[in-house]
């Protein structure tokens, strides 16, 4: 299955230096990195990334992670993919700007 995470610019590029990541300053203070499913990644954008720009949208196989993802109960009692581990370059399978458009992220096409 394919899971999301948005990036801010720096942390993609981050990722992109370091080849891995153990997330953005929320990721490390809750101790594993937040995903989104296709159906979930707008509402994350909304809620957490509302009127940011210089976004980026990064997919991953699920299957790739293999037990270090975990579904857990979150935002109003839906499961969310949880990597308890570290994100490494070579699982992102693409990662590509998430524009911000009158005021609401535009996610790719067929997405959302």
């Known amino acids: 299955m394919m899971i999301y995470k ?18 953005a300053p929320v990721d490390i203070a809750d101790g594993y990195i937040h995903f989104s499913t296709a159906q ?24 790739a992670l ?3 993802i975990k579904w857990e109960v979150s935002r109003g009692g839906a499961e969310f993919p949880h990597l308890y581990a570290t994100l490494k370059l070579t ?3 693409w990662c590509q700007p998430l524009p911000l458009v009158d005021g609401r992220h535009k996610f790719p096409e067929g997405l959302t």
């Open 66 to 68: 293999g037990p270090a």
């Open 6 to 23: 948005i990036f801010r610019a720096v942390e993609w590029q981050a990722l992109q230096t370091q080849g891995e990541t153990l997330g």
């Open 40 to 63: 979930q990644a707008q509402d994350t954008a909304d809620k957490h990334f509302a009127n940011a720009e210089n976004l980026f949208l990064a997919a991953v196989e699920t299957d």
């Open 91 to 93: 699982n992102v399978l």
